[in-house]
């Protein structure tokens, strides 16, 4: 967990160019899981800045749409301040690795079983 400190800030390395199939690891994935348990492993959470969200679920959606909607955060398609700060920190690889690990669980999985 301490390894959320020692977040680096990759984003740039990740060249929306590079449109090669990025496989997604669910182990890697750990190391970035841990910052967004804070707020999306808490059934009903709400965030309130700037207004109040419901934070969704990310536990048994599709690779796919979770890819989709990192990226569309990352390009601003998608609104959200703190997911497009979060989306700009990770790389395609990151995403890659996300997408994997959040559809391969369920929405009954407990976030805080990850080690
Ligand atoms: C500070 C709280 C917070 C953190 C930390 C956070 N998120 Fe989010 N996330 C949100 C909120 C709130 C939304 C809904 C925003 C909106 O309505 O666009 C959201 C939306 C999403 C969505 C879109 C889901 C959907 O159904 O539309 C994805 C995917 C996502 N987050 C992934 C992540 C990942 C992966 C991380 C960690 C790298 C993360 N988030 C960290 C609060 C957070």
Redesign the pocket.
Known sequence: MKKLLTMVVLGAAATAAQAQEVKGNVDAAKD??A??????GIPGY??S?PET??????GG?SAK???N??K??QKGE???P??RA??A??TEQ??AN??AY?SQQNAETKPNSLK
């Open positions: 970035k899981v910052m967004c348990i804070g707020c999306h709400r965030a800045f969200y419901e934070v969704p679920m990310l959606q749409y979770i890819e909607a990192l569309g955060y998608r609104k959200h703190t997911m979060i989306a920190s990770l990151d995403i996300l997408a959040y």
